[in-house]
């Protein structure tokens, strides 16, 4: 263990090495590190996957939170306010028709999966991941207003994407007389909303009121935050309820303190959880990988198609009715929802939680999406933009309303701004 540790390291510094050189040529961490993984599990034999179950379920766990609780803090009504109807329409209309759709899909295509699993698969492949699409996010010829829809709804899905999953894993669980079932899933949540709401606003607060009062280091502001991100999951779990629930609800208590909490407060929890995603990518590739791949069908492969086109595009189509955005940008912003972290970590719960009749049917289809994903949207993102960007009127992609780096991006393929948007710092 000790080299396949070292041998992670290492490339976790290579990365850092190269991560803007990378996004030149379209080279996104996932794919590297999902390539790595395959290496260390099947070619090297250096990882003993019978033993990493425990260890791969903590890294989701502490990875999942940062990301639900940072996501959510980082929003500000200001920034949100102008197209607010459009968020609305993205995640009540149409991220509930994305998961019925899965859903109903699964039942009919997937051998051996119906009710509560057919229902985790719709809920585990409806959030998306923005960072697999970094360069087409940090492009400034695709309109801000656009990139800014893409990446709110990416940073809330998944948050009200997980209470489904959850309520579908206990009651895919209990099916198979492996868990307690929807009544004590419904429970968990309802005490990790309340706990998370309390927490984030008392949070929040007190950090408000120490930086004011000087009593609080500002350096410090920024392992405090990841300290709360991590109680609020952990704690919620002490006294019975959800942590994930708790944890997206804590952040965005926490950001309603501050009006929308500041990037610099944010930025070292966003950084952990980064690191940490990148382990995702790699323990995805050698645990999830090799325990799928054997258990892959035709069904599979073609609901992995169907979940990146239709189970996705034809929902966004049909919230977005009514806006008088045109075929173009409904077309792209559909097509820009990649599956990835959320996905993948939803994938990892369900390997270690479910029994292994159970997981063996769900599983393929979950990787070979994600699969899927990482391949079209990474290797689309650049071109498919420039291809948009040439569609529109001269004056769509002018700058309109606040920043779209007023909601930072979620990087996973470098400082990630070929186009020239940020600068290292230094």
């Given at each position: 263990?000790?080299?396949?540790?070292?041998?992670?390291?290492?490339?976790?510094?290579?990365?850092?090495?190269?991560?803007?050189?990378?996004?030149?040529?379209?080279?996104?961490?996932?794919?590297?590190?999902?390539?790595?993984?395959?290496?260390?599990?099947t070619?090297?034999?250096?990882?003993?996957?019978?033993?990493?179950?425990?260890?791969?379920?903590?890294?989701?766990?502490?990875?999942?939170?940062?990301?639900?609780?940072?996501?959510?803090?980082?929003?500000?009504?200001?920034?949100?306010?102008?197209?607010?109807?459009?968020?609305?329409?993205?995640?009540?209309?149409?991220?509930?028709?994305?998961?019925?759709?899965?859903?109903?899909?699964?039942?009919?295509?997937?051998?051996?999966?119906?009710?509560?699993?057919?229902?985790?698969?719709?809920?585990?492949?409806?959030?998306?991941?923005?960072?697999l699409?970094?360069?087409?996010?940090t492009?400034?010829?695709?309109?801000?207003?656009?990139?800014?829809?893409?990446?709110?709804?990416?940073?809330?899905?998944?948050?009200?994407a997980?209470?489904?999953?959850?309520?579908?894993?206990?009651?895919?669980?209990?099916?198979?007389?492996?868990?307690?079932?929807?009544?004590?899933?419904?429970?968990?949540?309802?005490?990790?909303?309340?706990?998370?709401?309390?927490?984030?606003?008392?949070?929040?607060?007190?950090?408000?009121?120490?930086?004011?009062?000087?009593?609080?280091?500002?350096?410090?502001?920024?392992?405090?935050?990841?300290?709360?991100?991590?109680?609020?999951y952990?704690?919620?779990?002490?006294?019975?309820?959800?942590?994930?629930?708790?944890?997206?609800?804590?952040?965005?208590?926490?950001?309603?303190?501050?009006?929308?909490?500041?990037?610099?407060?944010?930025?070292?929890t966003?950084?952990?959880?980064?690191?940490?995603?990148?382990?995702?990518?790699?323990?995805?590739?050698?645990?999830?990988?090799?325990?799928?791949?054997?258990?892959?069908?035709?069904?599979?492969?073609?609901?992995?198609?169907?979940?990146?086109?239709?189970?996705?595009?034809?929902?966004?189509?049909?919230?977005?009715?009514?806006?008088?955005?045109d075929?173009?940008?409904?077309?792209?912003?559909?097509?820009?929802?990649?599956?990835?972290?959320?996905?993948?970590?939803?994938?990892?719960?369900?390997?270690e939680?479910?029994?292994?009749?159970?997981?063996?049917?769900?599983?393929?289809?979950?990787?070979?999406?994600?699969?899927?994903?990482?391949?079209?949207?990474?290797?689309?993102?650049?071109?498919?933009?420039r291809?948009?960007?040439?569609?529109?009127?001269?004056?769509?992609?002018?700058?309109?309303?606040?920043?779209?780096?007023?909601?930072?991006?979620?990087?996973?393929?470098?400082?990630?701004?070929?186009?020239?948007?940020?600068?290292?710092?230094?």
């Amino acid at each position: 263990m000790d080299g396949t540790i070292s041998l992670v390291l290492l490339l976790l510094f290579l990365w850092g090495l190269i991560s803007r050189r990378s996004a030149r040529v379209e080279l996104t961490a996932p794919a590297v590190f999902v390539l790595v993984g395959l290496v260390l599990a099947t070619c090297l034999g250096s990882m003993d996957l019978n033993l990493s179950h425990e260890t791969v379920k903590a890294v989701a766990e502490i990875c999942l939170t940062w990301i639900l609780f940072t996501d959510a803090a980082r929003l500000s009504f200001p920034v949100l306010r102008p197209d607010l109807g459009l968020y609305v329409r993205l995640l009540l209309i149409g991220l509930p028709l994305c998961i019925g759709l899965g859903t109903l899909l699964a039942t009919g295509l997937l051998p051996g999966v119906s009710g509560w699993a057919a229902l985790f698969v719709g809920a585990a492949l409806a959030p998306t991941d923005a960072a697999l699409g970094a360069s087409m996010m940090t492009n400034p010829v695709v309109p801000e207003r656009v990139r800014r829809l893409i990446n709110v709804e990416s940073g809330l899905n998944d948050g009200i994407a997980t209470p489904v999953v959850v309520m579908a894993l206990a009651g895919t669980a209990a099916a198979t007389g492996e868990g307690h079932g929807g009544g004590a899933a419904i429970q968990e949540l309802a005490v990790g909303l309340a706990y998370g709401a309390v927490l984030g606003l008392v949070g929040g607060w007190l950090m408000r009121t120490a930086l004011r009062k000087g009593w609080a280091a500002e350096e410090f502001a920024g392992p405090a935050v990841l300290a709360l991100a991590l109680l609020s999951y952990l704690s919620a779990i002490a006294i019975g309820g959800n942590g994930f629930v708790a944890a997206f609800v804590a952040g965005l208590a926490f950001g309603t303190a501050h009006g929308g909490a500041p990037k610099w407060q944010l930025e070292f929890t966003e950084q952990s959880g980064t690191v940490l995603s990148l382990l995702v990518w790699l323990l995805f590739g050698a645990v999830l990988v090799p325990a799928a791949f054997p258990h892959m069908t035709w069904q599979s492969a073609l609901y992995a198609v169907l979940s990146l086109t239709v189970v996705r595009m034809v929902p966004v189509a049909l919230s977005l009715l009514g806006t008088r955005m045109d075929r173009a940008t409904v077309l792209f912003i559909g097509w820009f929802g990649p599956r990835g972290l959320a996905t993948i970590i939803f994938s990892l719960l369900a390997l270690e939680g479910l029994a292994p009749s159970v997981s063996q049917k769900v599983l393929p289809v979950l990787v070979l999406t994600v699969l899927l994903s990482v391949l079209a949207h990474g290797l689309s993102a650049g071109p498919l933009a420039r291809r948009y960007a040439a569609s529109l009127p001269a004056r769509a992609t002018g700058r309109s309303g606040p920043s779209s780096h007023s909601i930072p991006v979620r990087r996973l393929s470098g400082s990630a701004d070929p186009h020239g948007d940020s600068a290292p710092r230094g």
